[in-house]
């Protein structure tokens, strides 16, 4: 059975790209699969978070998720930190995963920066986490923006690995030949990375020093207007191909970005503005993003007003997501052989 997991940090200035790459397509997954969608505080926490902003941050992203269309009856919307079997399975992660494939991960070495001796040891074994919070609920499949291409690699190597090294034990357990699935990344659509206005070679972040690097999802419309009209292009008019944008980041991903925001493609949007000088085609950019985005963060205020209705869903999401994870915790706990009450 297929089974829908994501999650998305509590790090302040949701952005363009988390709703694009990440959210939006969690809205589309809930109707041909089950999805259990996370707020993934622990992870928020390997780096220094003040704790205030942090509870204020989890209520947004939660509010987020359910102002874009997620339906948090039909489907799972919880925060991490309350289902413990997701550090208890990433412990048992630590000790499968080897330090040489972590060594490799690249968003380590980009947010650690040079001071790598300073990084928090959590920084280090996020992925393995991740690996844990994909996992204990056996998820098939992890839509996510194409920065996370790496992690979700290693998740499927930490499930290989481990179904490899207690394979005799999964057997004898009645699990068959595997426990864990070879989880699928689904990395799909227009906008699986979308850049920096200010850098086309930098991916959008909610960690940019600059404001302008990014369209929050909270902008309001003459903020939106104002970023899009200072975002970096270069001086040609757009191509009326897409071969056109090779070499011309800054222009690609501003047709990315309306591709996705009108569910069309690259192709679809150059057809129509082609020949187009950027003056005007970020003025149509502007009015598309604006329509999608101001009911968006229109109804994330709302919600944000009354935090007691948030908090009771994601404790009413908790309390569903830990049944299943306690069920994979107990069998990984027998499969590894440790003593359980039962
Ligand atoms: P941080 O800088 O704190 O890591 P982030 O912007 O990378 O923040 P995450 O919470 O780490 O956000 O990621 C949430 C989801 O958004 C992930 O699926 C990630 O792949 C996706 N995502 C993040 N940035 C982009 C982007 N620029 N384009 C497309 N998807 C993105
Ligand atoms: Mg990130």
């Known amino acids: 059975k297929e089974l829908v997991f994501s999650g998305v940090q509590p790090t302040g200035n949701l952005h ?3 709703y694009l790459g990440a959210i939006k397509r969690f809205v589309t997954m809930q109707d041909t699969h089950d999805c259990i969608y996370c707020v993934v505080d622990m992870h928020a926490i390997t780096v220094p978070q003040n704790p205030k902003d942090l509870t204020r941050q989890i209520r947004e992203v939660t509010a987020a998720f359910l102002a874009a269309g997620i339906d948090p009856t039909r489907h799972i919307v919880f925060n991490q ?3 413990s079997e ?4 990433a412990w048992v992660f630590n000790c499968v995963a080897r330090l040489g494939w972590l060594n490799r991960m690249t968003q380590f070495k980009d947010k650690a920066g040079k001071d790598r001796e300073n990084a928090s040891v959590g920084l280090y074994a996020y992925p393995n986490l991740m690996a844990a919070d994909i996992l204990v609920y ?16 290693l998740t499927r190597d930490v499930a290989q690995k481990f179904n490899n090294d207690w394979a005799e034990s999964i057997a004898e357990q009645g699990f068959g030949d595997a426990f864990f699935p070879l989880t699928e990344p689904l990395i799909q659509g227009p906008a699986t990375r979308v850049m920096s206005l200010r850098d086309g070679s930098k991916k959008m ?14 902008d309001d419309a003459d903020t939106i207007a104002q ?6 292009t270069d001086p ?3 191509p009326s ?7 011309r980041p800054e222009a690609e991903n501003l047709v990315a970005i309306y591709a996705a925001l009108t569910d069309t493609t690259a192709e679809d949007v150059l057809r129509q503005h082609g020949g187009s000088q950027f003056s005007g085609f970020k003025a149509a950019l502007v009015d598309v993003a604006v329509a999608k985005l101001a009911p968006i963060a229109d109804e994330m205020r709302r919600l944000m007003a009354d935090p007691g209705h948030i908090d009771a869903v994601l404790a009413d999401g908790s309390a569903r997501a830990r049944v299943i994870a306690c069920e994979t915790m107990n069998a990984v706990k027998d499969i590894v052989g440790f003593v359980r009450a039962r």
Do not use: C, M, W
Request: glycine fraction near 6%.
């Open 236 to 238: 040609e008019p757009l």
């Open 205 to 218: 972040s909610k960690s940019d020093p600059s404001d302008y690097s990014r369209i929050n999802l909270t």
């Open 227 to 232: 970023k899009v009209r200072k975002a970096k």
């Open 81 to 83: 930190s309350q289902v």
């Open 241 to 247: 191909e897409v071969e056109g944008l090779k070499s």
């Open 16 to 18: 363009l790209g988390n």
């Open 86 to 89: 997701h550090a208890e399975l």
């Open 138 to 153: 056996r998820a098939t499949h992890v839509p996510v923006g194409e920065d996370q291409k790496q992690h979700l690699e």
